[in-house]
């Protein structure tokens, strides 16, 4: 049996794995829900969904504490402040950095949550992220000389430079920049 999951923002593989565990147990919720639930957690993004919607959460939770405190405020006062009055609604809460914690878990670098990084890990985290800048950096001069040898428009780098002469210059960017 097919149900019409609601689409708002659920993502079709956390759709599509809910549905399978409901077609595979039909009239049994309870295993429904632990079938769904471990589909889910075997799913390659689990972890991203995870994060959005804790992130949604507290966005909401935000949201709604605003919005009752806001509702509460006027309705003790029955008059605002002139000041509050011309405030946007949008305007960021005072604690606004306890809110937003969750950026130890959001930032990635080194394919490592930020807030779980260790100080021993750093000089190895910062040499890889160097390594990779400056293979960037590599990349984006190459490509700018390789333009300036003349490949523009629906011209192929191999039919302007040769072989010997592109090699020449990998060599001259490496050196350059120790990658």
Same mark, same amino acid.
């Given at each position: 049996?097919?149900?019409? !999951?609601?689409?708002? *923002?659920?993502?079709?593989?956390?759709?599509? /794995?809910?549905?399978?565990?409901?077609?595979?147990?039909?009239?049994?919720?309870?295993?429904?829900?632990?079938?769904?639930?471990?589909?889910?957690?075997?799913?390659? *993004?689990?972890?991203?969904?995870?994060? *959005?919607?804790?992130?949604?959460?507290?966005?909401?939770?935000?949201?709604?504490?605003?919005?009752?405190?806001?509702?509460?405020?006027? /309705?003790?006062?029955?008059?605002?402040?002139?000041?509050?009055?011309?405030?946007?609604?949008?305007?960021?809460?005072? *604690? !606004?950095?306890?809110?937003?914690?969750?950026?130890?878990?959001?930032?990635?670098?080194?394919?490592?949550?930020?807030?779980?990084?260790?100080?021993?890990?750093?000089?190895?985290?910062?040499?890889?992220?160097?390594?990779?800048?400056? &293979?960037?950096?590599?990349?984006?001069? !190459?490509?700018?000389?390789?333009? &300036?040898?003349?490949?523009?428009?629906?011209?192929?780098?191999?039919?302007?430079?040769?072989?010997?002469?592109?090699?020449?210059?990998?060599?001259?960017?490496?050196?350059?920049?120790?990658?």
């Amino acid at each position: 049996m097919t149900v019409d !999951l609601p689409d708002d *923002n659920v993502p079709k593989e956390i759709r599509d /794995a809910v549905q399978a565990a409901i077609d595979a147990n039909p009239g049994d919720i309870d295993q429904e829900i632990a079938d769904a639930q471990r589909r889910v957690r075997k799913l390659r *993004n689990f972890r991203t969904f995870v994060d *959005n919607l804790v992130s949604y959460a507290v966005k909401k939770m935000v949201w709604d504490l605003r919005h009752q405190m806001t509702r509460g405020t006027k /309705a003790a006062a029955k008059q605002w402040d002139a000041a509050q009055a011309k405030k946007r609604p949008n305007d960021p809460p005072e *604690n !606004l950095d306890k809110i937003f914690m969750g950026v130890f878990v959001r930032t990635k670098i080194g394919g490592h949550d930020l807030g779980d990084i260790l100080g021993k890990d750093i000089p190895a985290l910062v040499a890889a992220e160097k390594m990779l800048a400056n &293979g960037h950096l590599l990349n984006a001069e !190459l490509l700018e000389w390789c333009e &300036g040898q003349g490949v523009t428009g629906d011209v192929r780098v191999s039919d302007v430079i040769t072989e010997r002469k592109m090699w020449t210059k990998i060599q001259q960017l490496t050196r350059k920049y120790g990658v």
